[in-house]
Every structure is written in C-alpha cells, then in structure tokens.
C-alpha cells in the first residue's frame, strides 16, 4: 500500500469520526488505568458497568488498598478473570503509592513495571490520557492492519512499528481509536461488512464481501 493510499483512509476515518475515543469511560489517568486492566477478555460495556460501582467509592491507589483485596473483588466480581485482575490492581496501586506519590507515571517504561501493564496498555494510557502519539495494537487493529495491508504484520509489535513509520504525522494521535473502531464496527472478524465501509475501494482485501 502506497503512502497516498494511506493518507486518503485516515482522513475518511477522521470524517467519518472526527473526535475518536475510547470506549471506556474514565475521569482522570487512574481510572482509565484500572478499566484498562480490567478490559482484557472482557467487554468495554462490562468493564464500564462495574468501574461505575467501583470508581464513586473508591477511584484512587489509596482508596483502592483501603479497600482490601476481597473489597475489591466484590465491585469486580461480574469481569472475567476478576481474581486475577484483582491482584495486578492492589499490586499495582501498592506501587503507584511508593514509588509515584499515587500519581500514574507518563513514561513507557514506568507503565509497563506495573503489575499487568503490558505494550499495548502502556500505550492507551501514554495516547489516551497524555496525549502521546502512541498506537496500542489489540486484535481489531491487528486484523484491520493485515486485512486492509495498511500495515501488515506478522505479530502486534510488528504491526505497531509500521504503523508508527507509515501513519502520516497529522492523524497518528487518534489513529489508534479509528483503526480499533474500524475493527469492532465494520471491519470485524467474519465477515467484514465492505457494503458499508468507507474505505472499501481504497482497502485491498482480496475477499471483500457486500454485507452493510
């Protein structure tokens, strides 16, 4: 794919949605760091039902540990792998209080010392609520990458590093939430719904389909 090629899809994406978010709802880098964490395998409806019981009581590292390991459990318990999830939180909230004044640091390699933060979360939190240049790449964009051959990649790091060579400058901020929309909405995983997609004669997916 040819950098023209590119540059006319993301200025579709961005007409199509100019002011891309995520789906998550957060008030402050905390928040969006916890409904991150408690986003794998699950579903952002999910994760936002049961951060709106959690975050009125308790949406700081410290009001977290206060609320002990089985506190925490109690608000979280509908999420998959909530135990699990569990853990990584009071972990992470025990680090984020000694080694960052219960601040959510604003570097790479801070973020991903934090119990359960990996690449791709440490870059939602770097996009999304610092306002980084960064692009997360989870299944939908890893698919929406290969599919369309924006930047095509035999793993997410792959992906994510063309994506950083290729995504012309003015639309890297918020290429990550139109690629992921991209993916859940239209672009999804068994049959791509090319009848309404507004980059379907620029994509080059040799089996397009004609489902809206």
Request: proline share 6%; hydrophobic share 35%.
């Amino acid at each position: 794919m040819n950098a023209h090629k590119r540059q006319e899809i993301f200025a579709r994406l961005r007409e199509h949605t100019p002011e891309p978010t995520t789906e998550l709802r957060w008030t402050s880098p905390f928040e969006l760091l916890t409904a991150v964490l408690l986003s794998a395998q699950a579903t952002d409806v999910g994760v936002n039902k049961a951060c709106a019981r959690l975050f009125p009581v308790a949406n700081t590292p410290e009001a977290i540990l206060e609320l002990g390991i089985e506190g925490l459990k109690e608000y979280i318990k509908t999420i998959g792998l909530y135990n699990t999830k569990a853990e990584n939180l009071m972990k992470t909230c025990r680090m984020l209080v000694e080694r960052h004044a219960g601040e959510v640091p604003q570097t790479r390699a801070e973020l991903e010392a934090l119990p359960g933060v990996g690449r791709k979360t440490a870059n939602v939190i770097l996009n999304t609520a610092f306002g980084q240049p960064t692009i997360a790449v989870d299944t939908h964009i890893f698919r929406v990458c290969n599919r369309t051959r924006i930047a095509p990649g035999k793993n997410v790091v792959e992906v994510e590093q063309k994506l950083m060579r290729h995504v012309p400058k003015e639309f890297r901020q918020d290429a990550h939430h139109w690629l992921i929309l991209h993916g859940r909405y239209t672009c999804v995983a068994r049959k791509p719904r090319c009848g309404s997609c507004v980059i379907e004669d620029l994509c080059e997916y040799p089996d397009k389909t004609e489902v809206t």
